[in-house]
């Protein structure tokens, strides 16, 4: 069974920095991938970064970057030059199997795990 917990949320003032992490576990194939969503009050979800756990190949909104330390099994998500308007919960959440096709732009339903969130609250 595929888990993913999500760390690193919390308060940072604007202009700030912060680093997210994603540890996860129960993968059975290799071509996985975790991507970084975050929801603000009212809003949907919105897709913030992917990487595939094969090739690396990854992609993210400006400001932020996602990598992938595979000796820890942890996916992070560095923010930078954050705004209030960056404040929401952030979710991690895996493709299982990309069986050979890219991680940007996947729609919602097609990621079979999701973490518990992160709450993320820039102040200003």
């Known amino acids: 069974e595929v888990q993913l917990v999500e760390s690193g949320g919390g308060l940072v003032q604007a202009g700030g920095s912060l680093r997210l992490s994603c540890a996860y576990s129960?993968?059975?194939?290799?071509?996985?991938?975790i991507s970084w969503f975050r929801q603000a009050p009212g809003k949907g979800r919105e897709m913030l970064s992917c990487?595939?756990?094969?090739d690396g190949r990854r992609d993210s909104v400006e400001g932020f970057t996602t990598s992938h330390d595979n000796a820890k099994n942890t996916v992070y998500l560095q923010m930078n030059r954050l705004k209030p308007e960056d404040t929401a919960v952030y979710y991690c959440?895996?493709?299982?199997?990309?069986?050979?096709?890219?991680?940007?732009?996947?729609?919602?339903?097609?990621?079979?795990?999701w973490g518990q969130g992160t709450q993320v609250t820039v102040s200003s």
């Open positions: 959440a895996a493709l299982l199997n990309t069986e050979g096709y890219g991680c940007w732009s996947r729609y919602e339903y097609e990621f079979g795990a």
């Open positions: 129960g993968f059975i194939f290799d071509d996985f991938a």
């Open positions: 990487i595939k756990n094969t």
